[in-house]
């Protein structure tokens, strides 16, 4: 099973403080880290810990941070033969305060923006070979759609985690096979006032929502939801939990289609990567998912 990744690399500065600062306040941090980040680096770099055969597409800078991120990316046996290096500009940058069991994040994109239709032309055959693309919210948001359209249309299945959220359009929606928002996320795109399980039912075996410390819930008919309850544990650094779960969802999904099966082995997956800091850092392997299953 081949899995593909487009998406984003970062550097992340993780930036750990008693609290996360309000509007206009300063707070002393304590310490600061640098750390592999990127939602879509991370997907692919939790589906590769686990065993998956992961390629990543994406763009780095010609800058010591990209020559760390490809280092980073081979490390984990991630193909990236694809990956392409631009030159003058910047590798892509978060920063993130971790505090109060939770973070902010600010991402300044420099080459993930370089992931254009054009490049995506440039990859395509290769790409279409994928049995399942995951994709997120870190590149340009034309070069989803044209993705999201070139999948439905080579018949290939794709999984987006419309994270940051942007709104997606209805009739795209109909064309993603595994859509994953937070629940931040679902109500940008289906409105403030939404109703959980009745969105959940219209969509289902499709729409899967995550729901933090709560864990996570799908809609298996038109009538049943299934909630699958978070795992308590001792939480360091909540960033890139979400990328955890999405990356051990398609790894397991992938293989026998089975979403329930799947998402209580990403919870687990999702809840042992809190345990350490940085988004990379806790992500674990197969015997370890399965040790907690
Ligand atoms: O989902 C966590 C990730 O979001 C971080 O690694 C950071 O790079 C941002 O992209």
Do not use: W
Not at 84 to 111: H, Q, R
Not at 229 to 253: C, E, M, P, W, Y
């Amino acid at each position: 099973m081949r899995i593909s990744v487009v998406g984003s690399a970062n550097m992340d500065m993780n930036i750990l403080s008693e609290r996360i600062p309000l509007k206009g306040e300063t707070v002393k941090g304590t310490d600061i880290e640098y750390r592999f980040g990127g939602k879509g680096a991370n997907q692919a770099v939790a589906m590769a810990k686990l065993g998956a055969e992961v390629v990543f597409y994406g763009c780095v800078g010609d800058d010591e941070n990209g020559l760390k991120t490809i280092e980073n990316l081979k490390k984990e046996r991630i193909d990236i033969n694809n990956l392409k290096i631009i030159s003058n500009v910047p590798t892509g940058i978060a920063i993130i305060t971790v505090g109060e069991n939770d973070n902010t994040i600010v991402v300044v994109p420099g080459a993930n923006d370089y992931v254009t239709k054009e490049y995506v032309d440039s990859v395509k055959k290769d790409l279409l070979e994928s049995d399942l693309i995951v994709l997120q919210n870190e590149i340009p948001f034309e070069t989803i759609e044209y993705l999201i359209n070139i999948c439905y249309e080579n018949g290939v299945k794709v999984l987006l985690n419309p994270a940051p959220a942007l709104k997606v359009k209805e009739n795209l929606l109909e064309k993603i096979t595994y859509l994953t928002p937070n629940e931040h996320e679902t109500k940008l795109i289906f409105g403030e006032n939404i109703d959980i399980e009745e969105i959940l039912k219209v969509y289902p075996n499709k729409l899967i929502i995550t729901l933090g410390e709560e864990g996570v819930a799908f809609a298996k008919d038109k009538d049943t939801i299934i909630h699958i309850s978070g795992r308590k544990t001792k939480v360091v650094d909540t960033t890139g939990a979400g990328d955890t779960l999405n990356g051990a969802f398609a790894f397991k999904v992938i293989e026998n289609g089975n979403i329930e099966e799947a998402l209580k082995f990403a919870n687990v997956a999702a809840s042992i990567s809190t345990e350490k800091l940085g988004a990379q850092t806790g992500m674990p392997t197969l015997k370890k998912v399965l040790e907690n299953l």
